[in-house]
């Protein structure tokens, strides 16, 4: 299972009004394709005041390629999330959970973490295990979340040296992890 990490360094609320588009192709990058979703792919949204979007492909509905319906799945989820202190996640449509939560539980079960870094290793010269995170920082990530995934033992790996949308990213490492499991059957 991929599991894709964005940690926006802006709050939700910053989100859908001035870095929606960001948010948008990062949700479409992580969890769509020509012809459906991505089932092997989690993707969760992480912002600044510690609300949580976590989307799950098998039980997702309603996601569409298009910004406004995407927007009103994010809204409702957002606008869930910071209504209340939330015990756990809540699913807010069908497929999209919202909750509040630490940058670190996240971290947490077990899976092999990478995070982009420009300082990293190729991604072409890694194996890339079965099953995985890889967390993007947008705009980058801050000291104290280096600090957290190397307590996790997280590796630095580089995707591109000229992109940093996480959009773009995904769909890089989506690609070249796509042709290595087909050249590997």
């Given at each position: 299972m991929r599991e894709f990490i964005v940690k926006?360094?802006?709050?939700?609320?910053?989100?859908?009004?001035?870095?929606?588009?960001?948010?948008?192709?990062?949700?479409?990058?992580?969890?769509?394709?020509?012809?459906?979703?991505?089932?092997?792919?989690?993707?969760?949204?992480?912002?600044?005041?510690?609300?949580?979007?976590?989307?799950?492909?098998?039980?997702?509905?309603?996601?569409?390629?298009?910004?406004?319906?995407?927007?009103?799945?994010?809204?409702?989820?957002?606008?869930?999330?910071?209504?209340?202190?939330?015990?756990?996640?809540?699913?807010?449509?069908?497929?999209?959970?919202?909750?509040?939560?630490?940058?670190?539980?996240?971290l947490k079960g077990g899976l092999k973490i990478m995070y982009y870094d420009l300082k990293g290793a190729d991604l072409r010269s890694i194996l890339i295990p079965r099953d995985f995170k890889l967390v993007i920082g947008y705009p980058s990530l801050l000291d104290e979340d280096l600090s957290l995934l190397s307590k996790y033992g997280a590796k630095p790996v580089r995707i591109s040296v000229s992109y940093r949308n996480p959009a773009s990213l995904i769909v890089l490492f989506n690609n070249y992890y796509d042709r290595t499991l087909l050249e590997k059957r």
């Open positions: 926006f360094n802006f709050s939700s609320d910053e989100a859908l009004k001035n870095f929606f588009p960001t948010v948008s192709s990062s949700i479409s990058a992580a969890l769509l394709i020509s012809h459906g979703l991505r089932f092997d792919t989690k993707l969760t949204l992480f912002f600044s005041d510690q609300i949580f979007l976590r989307f799950e492909p098998r039980r997702l509905r309603y996601l569409r390629p298009d910004e406004q319906s995407t927007f009103g799945i994010v809204k409702r989820a957002i606008l869930i999330a910071s209504r209340r202190d939330l015990p756990r996640a809540k699913e807010s449509t069908p497929g999209v959970f919202a909750g509040k939560g630490s940058f670190a539980d996240f």
